[in-house]
């Protein structure tokens, strides 16, 4: 069964730390896989997308790593920022399909 | 990057009237439009897949009469929600898929739209 797992639900962190966010998928065949993030009440917005033959990527303070051995994906954030907090959403893709994991929340406080 | 628009950004409408809403790719052409509903708390959850030019495919356990999709143009899809209800209440995402010139091909998300049936 295709299937996205994102771990954990919900985080909070201090400001200025940094978190890594888990994603365990089960597509099948294998695409690619995305980080999204989402503000609340906002569209889901594209922060990397990691094909098979990638096993990091960085976007600014984001850098995402891929092991298309475990199927696992991680997400971390370096020196958090409070616009960081929002819904991070681990996605794979997979002919028309699109997998959506459930989301982890993540929380900066001041 | 591409942009997709959507329109209203928040809407409340009473229950058993009709609100549609409407997706648009503002700088590339879209043959193919995705709506999706998204719960608090919750994932985005396919709704339908929209073609340019045919009928939409709906997901299994979405009503087709009563979630009306229309994508009369390649930068324009809309949602029509008849005779809503509160159940109904959600937030609605649509996005459009720029052509694939390679493997990963890119799906950019509208900003949502905030529907509440009072």
């Known amino acids: 069964k295709n299937q996205v797992e994102q771990s954990p639900q919900s985080l909070i962190i201090l400001e200025g730390k940094n978190c890594t966010l888990q994603c365990n998928y089960t597509v099948s065949p294998f695409s690619n896989l995305r980080w999204y993030k989402q503000d609340t009440g906002r569209g889901p917005v594209s922060l990397t997308i990691?094909?098979?033959?990638?096993n990091t990527k960085s976007n600014g303070r984001y850098t995402a790593t891929l092991d298309a051995d475990t199927k696992q994906s991680s997400l971390h954030i370096t020196a958090s920022q409070l616009s960081d907090s929002a819904s991070y959403i681990c996605?794979?893709?997979?002919?028309?399909?699109?997998?959506f994991g459930t989301g982890t929340s993540l929380t900066v406080i001041p | 990057g591409a942009v997709v628009s959507q329109h209203p950004s928040w809407v409340i409408c009473k229950s058993g009237t009709s609100v549609k809403i409407e997706c648009r790719s503002l700088d590339f052409q879209a043959t193919t439009m995705f709506w999706y509903r998204q719960f608090p708390k919750q994932s985005l959850m396919l709704m339908a897949t929209?073609?340019?030019?045919?009928?939409?495919?709906?997901e299994q356990g979405v009503e087709k009469d009563k979630f009306l999709i229309n994508h009369a143009s390649l930068t324009l899809s809309t949602l029509t929600v008849t005779s809503a209800h509160p159940e109904d209440s959600s937030f609605y995402i649509c996005?459009?898929?720029?052509?694939?010139?390679?493997?990963?091909?890119?799906?950019?998300f509208g900003p949502g739209t905030r529907l509440t049936v009072t």
């Open positions: 929209s073609n340019e030019g045919s009928k939409a495919t709906y």
């Open positions: 996005s459009a898929r720029d052509p694939p010139a390679e493997i990963s091909y890119e799906q950019y």
């Open positions: 990691m094909t098979f033959s990638e």
């Open positions: 996605v794979s893709p997979t002919g028309n399909q699109f997998y």
